[in-house]
């Protein structure tokens, strides 16, 4: 599985009994607490006992996921609890993950940091709406807390190896790139890849044109959730853009093309494969029209990614105090979803990003 944020839908299979031994002498001396223990919620545990950090609390609302927990870690009842903001005043921890869903991340993230945790690595989507998560990046400056969310991109491989690659004496510079993926919902994991984009290309999206369908995506995580599918293309200020398919007739495989001045790179994400493409050196400087140029061609795997990897490496970079996704690129991530809503509600108009897009509303994101 190369897609890391893809994971199995029965809850059953999130539960097994992973090794998850407290260490009592964590070399980072964190204490850390895990709220929402679903699926995501089971593999931050792995992720942070995998560091070291002590569990020093869990909460979930459902009965059956804090036992799962507990089990998991040999946790004592003491340290489970079913209301976050009771753990949060319990057990005081150093670190926090919010791993619920959408609808209570700013809520615990800001009784968090009033609580004075001082790191926080939040699930995306950052919030379900933009006021929101203002709030939370606020709550976060006054207390001088760390916050991070979970778009791990920038510690994937799949990502990594494409960044050193565009912009290299052998690509040129990044035209554009195309994301033919499948019925995966917008907030689920287009989201990721508006961060992708940016961590890649360096720039951010600057407007965004969407073409939703008509069915609404039903969500593992309940009926109360709704999620879209369609077609959205994401332009920035100075040059590469970005185009993300994501239809509901469209049901196997995520490939994804870098198109660059010289050649271009295609990742079967799914599987964890590339294809470089590129000019030989001596038609280079040939103009783009002449783009059936012999080419110099190879083929790679890529290491099979998956949630815990990354999100151990997100913690690692967070605490060392190096480049993580922090609050302004959650942000950044959702106001490309929010404004994908307001443009498919306008016809695809384009609708630039932080220009008045409503704070107020909300999203029935998980
Ligand atoms: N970063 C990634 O790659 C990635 C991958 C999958 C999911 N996610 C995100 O992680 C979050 C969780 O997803 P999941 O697949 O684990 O969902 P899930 O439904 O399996 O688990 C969510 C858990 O949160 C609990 N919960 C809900 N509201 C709560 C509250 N107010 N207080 C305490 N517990 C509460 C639920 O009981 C449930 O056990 C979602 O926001 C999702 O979008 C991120």
């Given amino acids: 599985m190369a897609l890391t944020f893809q ?34 919620g089971m593999r931050h545990l792995e992720a942070i006992t995998g560091l070291g950090m002590t569990v020093c609390g869990v909460s979930d609302i459902a009965e059956q996921a804090r036992a799962a927990a507990r089990e998991a870690c040999k946790l004592d009842p003491s340290a489970s609890f079913a209301d976050g903001v009771e ?5 005081r921890p150093d670190a926090l993950v919010v791993a619920t869903t959408a609808p209570s991340h700013a809520p615990l993230v800001v009784a968090a940091a009033k609580a004075g945790v001082r790191y926080i690595l939040c699930e995306k989507p950052m919030a379900t709406s933009l006021g929101e ?7 976060c400056r006054r207390s001088g807390t760390l916050l ?11 990502y990594t190896r494409m960044k050193a690659l565009i912009g290299s004496e052998q690509l040129g510079p990044l ?14 994991n287009a989201s990721h890849y508006f961060e992708m984009f940016r961590y890649v290309s360096g720039v951010p999206v600057h407007s965004v044109n969407a073409w939703f369908e008509d069915a609404k995506l039903a969500n593992p995580r309940g009926p109360q959730f709704e999620d ?3 077609r959205i293309l994401a332009h920035s200020q100075s040059g590469p853009s970005l185009y993300l398919d994501f239809s509901v007739n469209a049901g196997n495989g995520i490939n994804v093309v870098y198109i660059c001045r010289y050649g271009q790179i295609v990742v079967d994400e799914l599987n964890g494969a590339m294809r470089v493409i590129a000019r030989k050196s001596e038609f280079r400087d040939l103009p783009t029209t002449r783009y059936g140029m012999p080419s110099d061609i190879r083929t790679e795997s890529i290491a099979p990614a998956d949630v815990v990897g990354p999100t151990k490496a997100l913690w690692t970079a967070l605490l060392a105090g190096q480049s993580y996704p922090d609050g302004e690129a959650g942000i950044h991530a959702l106001a490309c979803c929010v ?8 016809d695809g108009a384009a609708v630039a990003i932080g220009q008045s897009l409503p704070d107020a509303r ?3 994101w998980a």
């Fill in 175 to 188: 035209a554009s790139v195309v994301v033919a993926a499948s019925n995966f919902g917008l907030a689920m």
């Fill in 7 to 40: 994971i199995p839908l029965n809850p059953q299979a999130s539960r097994i009994a992973l090794d998850m031994t407290i260490r009592s002498s964590a070399p980072t001396g964190l204490r850390a607490a895990v709220t929402g223990l679903g699926r995501m």
């Fill in 148 to 158: 991070a969310i979970n778009h791990q991109m920038r510690f994937m491989e799949q």
């Fill in 87 to 91: 753990m949060l005043r319990s057990v």
């Fill in 362 to 364: 909300r999203f029935q």
């Fill in 228 to 230: 879209r599918s369609g």
């Fill in 133 to 139: 998560a203002r709030e939370m990046m606020d709550a």
């Fill in 339 to 346: 404004a994908a809503h307001v443009s498919h509600e306008n």
